[in-house]
């Protein structure tokens, strides 16, 4: 999932405008059934549930380090040196997946446990047979492995020859990429390259919120994007020519963004914002122009002129990168938390240079949304159907797996507000599916309470708590356990949350 940005709440009244958004609810259009073949999920992510930071030759990351050195910076002090401990108690992960009957679990793999210093010369077969472990015990129950190649864990080494900042990192991650494949795509059959990259490019690279702490905003951020999709595209490449023909797997790339809604007589505003975020990375992947957004394109060279600059910020791919990267994917991967409202910016937004700069677009939140612990999340399930539309229409209605959705709180078993956010959002699911969206599955984040980045453990997205203070770290179900496995048994979507307390 995504940290809050940092959002200026304008305090406005949103009754004047375009569209009255049900709080956190939904009306049914159509069949109440999703169609037998959809698959039904939740997720997790290496760091976050992990632990074992050092067990059996894993090398450092920069979430590591950053940790280590910075305890200050997280909210509750603390680190994913243990956390669920899921590298030494998967199968407590496991029992939770079959109590459940998921049809597929997805997950990350670390880097630095299959390569420490994050190249192939330091390959540590006992990382490799974690995940061996994991891939076959799934498949043993019925259990599909979705794996995710990087969320945001990278070696420290590559750091240190600056990361996503320079363009050595499309060659290390198809190395990294082309093991995996090698090692697990017998498989594994359905992969994601990056989770979330506009995130992680923005908080490593222009507010330096993440490691490695960079603020060059407007510049860095940008050159982190541009290198992620050129690795994600020659990665795939990789795939296609190497590996498809026996392993038959697809390749997608996890991308997030909030959706928006008008503000009176902003309806092009909501265009440029959705192309700001959506598709500043699906653009270029899933658009036949095989380049960012030409509002995107057009803006920040302009404002790169103005600023003196002989070149743009942002500049279009060319040549060989825009034809490996148009159609590089063969599913979108969405994340979907939360919605705004929107409107141009009445005056300059963020840094000057910066995204936000660039986009000029004021974000506004009404208060009447039903809001989870975390600032930033808001039940907005209208902007899950609108953005699956988005997609349908942007990309030529492109198979869509939802590979994140879900609801934060301090850690009550009784999450009747976690039951209603995944109730609206499986609705707005379904309504898009009547509507002729080409949807194939849902993963709930997060199966386990986990290490949430700049927020520690002090907010929890599971399905099971897990005991923090117990060495044995025990899982337990909440409520809403009980409810999505009702919803996984029923193929539908069950009306009364009571019956499952
Ligand atoms: C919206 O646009 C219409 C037509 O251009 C105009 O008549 C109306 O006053 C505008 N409303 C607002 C709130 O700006
Ligand atoms: C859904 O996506 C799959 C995979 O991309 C594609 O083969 C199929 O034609 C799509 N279905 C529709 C109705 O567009
Ligand atoms: C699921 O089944 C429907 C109806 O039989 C079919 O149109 C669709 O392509 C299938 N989707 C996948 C992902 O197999």
């Known amino acids: 999932m995504f940290p809050s940005f940092i959002f200026v709440g304008l305090a406005i009244s949103i009754a004047s405008g375009g569209q009255t958004l049900n709080t956190c609810n939904l009306a049914p259009k159509g069949s109440p059934y999703f169609p037998r073949n959809f698959s039904f999920g939740v997720a997790?992510?290496?760091?976050?549930?992990?632990?074992?930071?050092?067990?059996?030759?894993?090398?450092?990351?920069?979430?590591?380090?950053f940790t280590h050195n910075n305890p200050h910076l997280i909210d509750d002090s603390s680190n994913?040196?243990?956390?669920?401990?899921?590298?030494?108690?998967?199968?407590?992960?496991?029992?939770?997946?079959?109590?459940?009957?998921?049809?597929?679990?997805?997950?990350?793999?670390s880097w630095p446990r299959i390569f420490p210093n994050g190249d192939i010369s330091s390959r540590n077969q006992k990382g490799i047979d974690y995940y061996n472990d994991v891939i076959d015990k799934l498949l043993l129950n019925g259990i599909e492995p979705m794996a995710t190649m990087f969320h945001y864990d990278l070696p420290s080494e590559i750091q240190k020859i600056g990361g996503f900042a320079n363009a050595l990192i499309i060659e290390k991650f198809v190395i990294y990429a082309t093991e995996l494949f090698e090692q697990f795509g017998d498989r594994v059959k359905l992969w994601m390259t990056f989770n979330e990259p506009l995130i992680?490019?923005?908080?490593?690279?222009?507010?330096?919120?993440?490691?490695?702490?960079?603020?060059?905003?407007?510049?860095?951020?940008?050159?982190?994007?541009?290198?992620?999709?050129?690795?994600?595209?020659?990665?795939?490449?990789v795939y296609r020519s190497q590996f498809y023909d026996r392993q038959k797997g697809k390749i997608g790339i996890a991308l997030d963004s909030y959706f928006y809604f008008p503000m009176p007589n902003e309806t092009e505003s909501v265009y440029r914002a959705l192309q700001f975020n959506m598709g500043f990375l699906a653009h270029p992947i899933f658009h036949k122009s095989g380049d960012y957004p030409d509002i995107m394109l057009k803006e920040i060279e302009s404002n790169s002129l103005r600023e003196g600059r002989l070149t743009s910020r942002l500049p279009p791919l060319k040549g060989y990168w825009k034809n490996i990267v148009r159609h590089s994917a063969d599913f979108f991967a969405l994340n979907y938390y939360s919605s705004r409202y929107l409107r141009r910016a009445e005056k300059p937004k963020g840094m000057n240079p910066s995204w936000e700069r660039d986009m000029d677009c004021d974000e506004i939140v009404d208060p009447s949304w039903m809001q989870a612990v975390g600032s930033w999340l808001h039940c907005v399930p209208e902007g899950l159907e609108g953005m699956l539309k988005f997609i349908r229409d942007e990309y030529?209605?492109?198979?869509?797996?939802?590979?994140?959705?879900?609801?934060?709180?301090?850690?009550?078993?009784?999450?009747?507000?976690?039951?209603?956010y995944i109730k609206s959002h499986l609705q707005a699911v379904?309504?898009?599916?009547?509507?002729?969206?080409?949807?194939?599955?849902?993963?709930?984040?997060?199966?386990?309470?986990?290490?949430?980045?700049?927020?520690?453990?002090?907010?929890?997205?599971?399905?099971?708590?897990?005991?923090?203070?117990?060495?044995?770290?025990?899982?337990?179900?909440?409520?809403?356990?009980?409810?999505?496995?009702?919803?996984?048994?029923?193929?539908?979507?069950?009306?009364?949350?009571?019956?499952?307390?």
């Not at 760091?47 to 990351?61: A, H, L, R």
């Open 44 to 65: 997790t992510s290496a760091y976050q549930v992990e632990g074992g930071w050092n067990s059996d030759g894993k090398g450092p990351s920069i979430w590591d380090d």
């Open 80 to 109: 994913g040196d243990i956390s669920a401990d899921s590298y030494h108690r998967f199968d407590q992960d496991l029992a939770a997946l079959k109590e459940l009957k998921v049809d597929h679990y997805r997950f990350s793999i």
């Open 200 to 237: 992680y490019c923005k908080s490593s690279f222009a507010d330096a919120r993440y490691p490695p702490q960079v603020d060059l905003s407007g510049v860095a951020d940008y050159i982190c994007v541009d290198n992620t999709i050129k690795a994600h595209a020659a990665a795939y490449q």
């Open 396 to 420: 030529d209605n492109i198979e869509v797996i939802i590979t994140e959705n879900g609801w934060s709180d301090k850690g009550t078993l009784e999450d009747d507000n976690r039951i209603q």
């Open 430 to 501: 379904l309504n898009a599916i009547n509507d002729g969206s080409n949807i194939s599955g849902y993963t709930y984040w997060s199966l386990i309470d986990n290490f949430e980045w700049k927020s520690g453990y002090s907010v929890k997205f599971g399905l099971y708590a897990v005991d923090l203070m117990s060495p044995k770290r025990e899982r337990s179900p909440k409520k809403s356990a009980y409810y999505y496995k009702e919803v996984i048994k029923s193929r539908k979507i069950p009306n009364h949350i009571n019956e499952f307390s």
